[in-house]
């Protein structure tokens, strides 16, 4: 009788640790946690130089009433700061590389968006939705380098990265003035901030990194973060507009506006 108490208690105790236990084995199991956090800018952000388009007719007529600017410091009211490459540093298991490709946009005679993040082996894909010519030259220093002219609308470029790079610069050899990043990355842990600032990088592998920030005018930040299983830890940076990029090696940083 004792012996069938006993396994009863067992049985019990078995089915309570599936059942009443499953969130709590599931988060130790699968040892990950979310980072979230602002970009911001504290000081005064400069003005953007305006895209002088009068050297294309059809470049002034797709933009006609409108005063475009180079996007380079995009600030919003609280002083989020947009476009900033966030990544998560260290060494990670391999993960399944995307099979959707990471798409820019050549549209009004701008690349859309202005920075991207793309896997090692993942296809970039350049698309011309503008009723001209375009070229998409990729200026790189790890391999990545193409050169790719698309004569009409509606054209579309892949092109397989080939290994990390941070950062990838995109030009037009047509159109001066035309500027976009590709962050190359061998892990999946990276975002770009939003318009207000913000970004969010889920799944992290629990354990102690460094994360930076790249930013097109003012270079790399880097923080330190403590990712715990099932919650989510805040990093915040902070640019104060002083700062001089420290990516000295990326060529054609400056970006002319005609």
């Not at 005064?44 to 005063?67: E, F, S, V, Y």
């Not at 946009?105 to 375009?134: E, F, K, M, W």
Request: with cysteine.
């Amino acid at each position: 009788m004792k012996r069938a108490v006993y396994a009863t208690a067992i049985t019990l105790a078995a089915v309570f640790a599936v059942v009443g236990g499953t969130s709590r084995v599931s988060a130790q199991a699968g040892g990950t946690g979310t980072i979230e956090g602002h970009v911001k800018l504290t000081g005064a952000a400069p003005a953007n130089p305006r895209i002088l388009m009068g050297r294309d007719p059809i470049c002034a007529k797709l933009t006609q009433g409108k005063h475009p600017v180079q996007e380079i410091v995009l600030k919003s009211a609280d002083g989020g700061l947009a476009n900033a490459f966030v990544e998560v540093e260290g060494s990670f298991p391999n993960t399944p590389v995307p099979a959707d490709p990471v798409a820019i946009n050549q549209r009004n005679c701008q690349y859309v968006p202005r920075v991207v993040v793309a896997r090692v082996g993942q296809a970039l894909r350049i698309i011309n939705s503008d009723t001209l010519l375009h070229n998409v030259h990729a200026v790189s220093a790890k391999g990545n380098e193409f050169n790719e002219t698309q004569p009409h609308s509606d054209m579309v470029f892949n092109y397989k990265l080939k290994a990390e790079e941070k950062m990838l610069r995109l030009k037009c050899d047509v159109h001066s003035w035309m500027a976009a990043y590709v962050g190359v990355t061998t892990n999946p842990y990276f975002a770009v901030s939003k318009a207000d600032g913000t970004f969010r990088i889920a799944d992290v592998p629990a354990g102690q990194y460094s994360i930076r920030s790249w930013h097109e005018r003012y270079g790399w930040v880097t923080e330190k973060v403590d990712v715990k299983p099932g919650a989510t830890a805040t990093v915040d940076f902070t640019y104060t507009g002083a700062e001089k990029p420290s990516t000295a090696s990326l060529r054609n940083l400056i970006v002319p506006s005609v």
